[in-house]
């Protein structure tokens, strides 16, 4: 599997996991980003250190990965409550 697809697993368990605690799509979201801005600060101390650079580029994809999960049942939960 892919680095990237992890990326998207986890966004996706982290929105399994808050809907089993019965919480709402914001607060995957916000979990979700969260742990994916974790997991790039990790990543670019290992970009500087074994690089030389930061990645940056590859950071921001993966958090966008990380979130896109947990921002699309958000934005259609926001959608049909439009629609109500």
């Given at each position: 599997m892919d680095r990237d697809h992890y990326h998207v697993v986890?966004?996706?368990?982290?929105?399994?996991?808050?809907?089993?605690?019965?919480?709402?799509?914001?607060?995957?979201?916000?979990a979700a980003f969260l742990a994916g801005v974790a997991?790039?600060?990790?990543?670019?101390?290992d970009d500087v250190y074994g690089l030389g650079v930061w990645r940056w580029r590859e950071s921001v994809s993966d958090i966008l990965l990380t979130i896109a999960a947990p921002l699309l049942v958000l934005?259609?939960?926001?959608?049909?409550r439009q629609r109500l």
């Open positions: 986890i966004g996706a368990m982290i929105l399994l996991a808050t809907h089993l605690m019965k919480r709402p799509p914001v607060v995957a979201f916000a997991m790039e600060v990790l990543d670019a101390r934005a259609v939960t926001w959608m049909r």
